[in-house]
C-alpha cells in the first residue's frame, strides 16, 4: 500500500505485557541546502550549529539509493513549489494511514521529521487526535511549548556547539523532555548524570520513560566517522 509522501514498515511493533501494536508512519526529504529558484533552503534549520549535516540519518541505509534520495528531492521541492497542495497531499496520506491501520485494531504513528525539522506534526495532531505523532528535535524551544497529548518530541544532542549542548541538557532537566545522543561504539548506563535507555530497541518514543538520555549508534559511514561533536565517544 503506497501512500504519496509518507512511508511504513512492512510489520507492526508488538510492545510485550500488553499486546499493543503501532505501526509508525514516517516522512522524509531533503534536510539540507535545497536549491530552489536560486535560493538555499533547509528543512532542518539546525543542522550546522548541531554539526549533524555530514553524518545526517538520510545517508544511512536504504537514504544511500539514488533512488531513495530523487525521492526524497522531489518530495522537498512539492513543499518548497506548492506548500498547500503538499499538506492537502499529506492531509490525505494521514486519513488513508489512519483508517487502513484502525480498521486491524494496530495503533496508527507518525513521524513527520524523519529527516527533516520543521514541527508539521505539532499542528497535524490537532486533525488526526486518533495517530500519535513523535519527532526528534534541534528545536529545542519545543520542549517548553505547550503540544497536544498525542504529539512526543525527544530533543537531539550534539557537542559541536558547548551552548547548544548545555542548553537542550538544560531542557531536559527542567521539562522532563528526552535527549537522543548518538554514541560511536557503544550505549553507556548514564551520560552527564542522567540514565541511558537503548533507543535502538524500537522507535516509539513516546512510550519513553521522561527524563532519560535515548543512546543510539552511530549509523552509516559517514556518522561513524563523524568528527563534529554531534557522534560522541564514550
Given at each position: 500500500?503506497?501512500?504519496?509522501?509518507?512511508?511504513?514498515?512492512?510489520?507492526?511493533?508488538?510492545?510485550?505485557?500488553?499486546?499493543?501494536?503501532?505501526?509508525?508512519?514516517?516522512?522524509?526529504?531533503?534536510?539540507?541546502?535545497?536549491?530552489?529558484?536560486?535560493?538555499?533552503?533547509?528543512?532542518?534549520?539546525?543542522?550546522?550549529?548541531?554539526?549533524?549535516?555530514?553524518?545526517?540519518?538520510?545517508?544511512?541505509?536504504?537514504?544511500?539509493?539514488?533512488?531513495?534520495?530523487?525521492?526524497?528531492?522531489?518530495?522537498?521541492?512539492?513543499?518548497?513549489?506548492?506548500?498547500?497542495?503538499?499538506?492537502?497531499?499529506?492531509?490525505?496520506?494521514l486519513h488513508t494511514f489512519s483508517r487502513r491501520q484502525r480498521n486491524k485494531g494496530i495503533q496508527p504513528c507518525a513521524r513527520l521529521d524523519g529527516t527533516s525539522d520543521l514541527g508539521i506534526a505539532a499542528k497535524m495532531a490537532n486533525v488526526f487526535p486518533e495517530i500519535q505523532f513523535y519527532d526528534y528535535t534541534k528545536v529545542i524551544k519545543r520542549a517548553y511549548e505547550d503540544k497536544p497529548l498525542n504529539y512526543h518530541i525527544t530533543l537531539s544532542y550534539s557537542e559541536?556547539?558547548?551552548?547548544?549542548?548545555?542548553?537542550?541538557?538544560?531542557?531536559?532537566?527542567?521539562?522532563?523532555?528526552?535527549?537522543?545522543?548518538?554514541?560511536?561504539?557503544?550505549?553507556p548506563a548514564t551520560f552527564k548524570g542522567l540514565p541511558v535507555i537503548n533507543g535502538d530497541a524500537d522507535d516509539l518514543r513516546f512510550l519513553d520513560p521522561k527524563g532519560v538520555i535515548v543512546g543510539l549508534l552511530a549509523k552509516g559511514k559517514k556518522a561513524k566517522q563523524d568528527k563534529s561533536g554531534f557522534v560522541i565517544d564514550c
Open positions: 500500500m503506497s501512500y504519496n509522501l509518507i512511508g511504513t514498515g512492512n510489520n507492526a511493533k508488538t510492545i510485550k505485557g500488553d499486546g499493543s501494536e503501532y505501526v509508525t508512519a514516517i516522512k522524509y526529504m531533503q534536510p539540507y541546502k535545497t536549491v530552489y529558484r536560486g535560493k538555499v533552503h533547509n528543512l532542518c534549520a539546525m543542522a550546522d550549529k548541531a554539526g549533524c549535516a555530514e553524518p545526517c540519518l538520510k545517508g544511512a541505509g536504504r537514504g544511500q539509493m539514488n533512488v531513495v534520495q530523487r525521492g526524497r528531492e522531489r518530495k522537498t521541492m512539492f513543499y518548497l513549489s506548492d506548500r498547500i497542495g503538499f499538506m492537502d497531499t499529506l492531509v490525505n496520506d559541536a556547539d558547548p551552548d547548544y549542548a548545555e542548553q537542550v541538557l538544560t531542557a531536559v532537566r527542567e521539562t522532563g523532555t528526552n535527549a537522543a545522543v548518538v554514541f560511536r561504539d557503544k550505549i
